[in-house]
Structure formats: structure tokens, C-alpha cells
């Protein structure tokens, strides 16, 4: 038991480093208009991951995840309390991009290509009690599911079922994305049904 107990205590050490290290990146830092603010939150025993794109302006001045209306929409969808999201042991939040990446012509530019490769492995590894990926938006999923993902996002999500048990693909629940919710009934009766389901079968509440 001491030695397990040791070796839980090295491994929290070194996601303890390297999310240090990740709030000190600044691999990026001439392109990122309001200067480097890595988010990130992560656990050895995280169960669930979010990978959404990429920090807003509100969370880059609060340094919280998901502080706004997208993220209060995500809770809602996964039936979780603000408590329970912001637990590191239920949940490891590691966007495709640390930093708030600027303004593009219609809306947030995309998350910078630096930080996926260069954290996201290392992270993981050391996650070794993770049960489900969320990925949230096309960056995400493009990146993880390469020639498996479809040609929309929507069609993407449609098929939900494909990419599991170990990924379960979203849209990005911005309330900007309201048409599209609108259009797309089928998501909220079918597919968070089952991402609730999912979630709380994991974290056994």
C-alpha cells in the first residue's frame, strides 16, 4: 500500500509539473493579441475529458474554463453541477488552444496549432482513469479523429455512435449556436440523452 501510495503521489506530481508548465507556456506568445493565459485543469484520477477549441475573452480575464454562457450551456447538457464540472477528479479540461487566439472575421480565430501537440500526449499519459473524451467542435474532432470524421460537423454528430465508447463527439454549445440547435431536434431528444446517461454512469452519481 505505501508503495502504490507513492507512486499515486509521482504521478499527481508530474501532471502537477506539467500543467505548471503549461500555464507558463509562451511557445505562442507573438500571436496571441491579449498575451499568453494557458487554461487548462487536469488529475490522474480525471474520468472524463473536454477537449473543446479554444479559451473566450471572459475566460482569458478569468482565468476559468468554460466561465460563460457556452460553458453553463455545456453543464447543462452533461446535467452537472458547477461543483462537480470544476472537480479535477471527474473532469480534465484541455482545449485544443490554451489562449484566447483573437478575433477573426465572424467570430474567434481557431485555436492555435501549437498546443495539442505539443501537451496533449503528455497530459494523457499520465490520465490513466479516464473513461470518455469529449470533443467539442470540428478542431477537436478533425484532430483526434483524423479520415473518421465525416464532412460536417453535423453529420459528425449524427453519428455519434461511431466514435464510441472512447469519444463522444458535440457541437460547441455556444448560444450563438442556436440555429443550429433549432434545426437539429434529434440532438437534444437522442444525443444528450445518452451523453447524460454516459456521464453519470462514469462518475457514479
Same mark, same amino acid.
Given at each position: 500500500m505505501l508503495v502504490k501510495n507513492r507512486s499515486a503521489t509521482v504521478i499527481l506530481n508530474k501532471v502537477k509539473h *506539467?500543467?505548471?508548465?503549461?500555464?507558463?507556456?509562451?511557445?505562442?506568445?507573438?500571436?496571441?493579441?491579449?498575451?499568453?493565459?494557458?487554461? /487548462?485543469?487536469?488529475?490522474?484520477?480525471?474520468?472524463?475529458?473536454?477537449? $473543446?477549441? /479554444?479559451?473566450?475573452?471572459?475566460?482569458?480575464?478569468s482565468g476559468i474554463p468554460w466561465d460563460d454562457a457556452s460553458g453553463r450551456q455545456l453543464r447543462t447538457w452533461l446535467d452537472v453541477s458547477d461543483e462537480m464540472f470544476y472537480d479535477a477528479t471527474k473532469f480534465a479540461i484541455v482545449p485544443m488552444g490554451f489562449c484566447y487566439p483573437g478575433k477573426g472575421k465572424s467570430g474567434d480565430l481557431p485555436p492555435?496549432? @501549437?498546443? /495539442?501537440?505539443?501537451?496533449?500526449?503528455?497530459?494523457?499519459?499520465?490520465?490513466?482513469?479516464?473513461? *470518455?473524451?469529449?470533443?467539442? $467542435?470540428?478542431? /477537436?474532432?478533425?484532430?483526434?479523429?483524423?479520415?473518421?470524421?465525416?464532412?460536417?460537423?453535423? @453529420?459528425?454528430v449524427e453519428h455519434?455512435?461511431?466514435?464510441?465508447?472512447?469519444?463522444?463527439? *458535440?457541437?460547441?454549445?455556444?448560444?450563438?449556436?442556436?440555429?443550429?440547435?433549432?434545426?437539429?431536434?434529434?440532438?437534444?431528444? @437522442?444525443v444528450l440523452n445518452v451523453l447524460k446517461l454516459k456521464v453519470k454512469k462514469i462518475l457514479g452519481d
Amino acid at each position: 500500500m505505501l508503495v502504490k501510495n507513492r507512486s499515486a503521489t509521482v504521478i499527481l506530481n508530474k501532471v502537477k509539473h *506539467l500543467l505548471n508548465e503549461i500555464n507558463n507556456c509562451t511557445i505562442c506568445k507573438a500571436h496571441l493579441p491579449l498575451g499568453p493565459r494557458p487554461v /487548462a485543469i487536469g488529475h490522474p484520477n480525471s474520468k472524463i475529458v473536454i477537449i $473543446g477549441q /479554444a479559451p473566450g475573452t471572459k475566460v482569458h480575464q478569468s482565468g476559468i474554463p468554460w466561465d460563460d454562457a457556452s460553458g453553463r450551456q455545456l453543464r447543462t447538457w452533461l446535467d452537472v453541477s458547477d461543483e462537480m464540472f470544476y472537480d479535477a477528479t471527474k473532469f480534465a479540461i484541455v482545449p485544443m488552444g490554451f489562449c484566447y487566439p483573437g478575433k477573426g472575421k465572424s467570430g474567434d480565430l481557431p485555436p492555435r496549432k @501549437e498546443c /495539442a501537440p505539443q501537451w496533449h500526449d503528455a497530459l494523457f499519459k499520465e490520465m490513466k482513469d479516464v473513461q *470518455l473524451i469529449l470533443l467539442i $467542435g470540428m478542431y /477537436a474532432q478533425h484532430y483526434y479523429l483524423k479520415d473518421k470524421a465525416r464532412r460536417t460537423l453535423t @453529420e459528425t454528430v449524427e453519428h455519434y455512435n461511431d466514435y464510441l465508447p472512447e469519444y463522444f463527439v *458535440l457541437p460547441h454549445p455556444s448560444p450563438r449556436n442556436r440555429f443550429w440547435l433549432s434545426k437539429n431536434p434529434w440532438f437534444e431528444k @437522442e444525443v444528450l440523452n445518452v451523453l447524460k446517461l454516459k456521464v453519470k454512469k462514469i462518475l457514479g452519481d
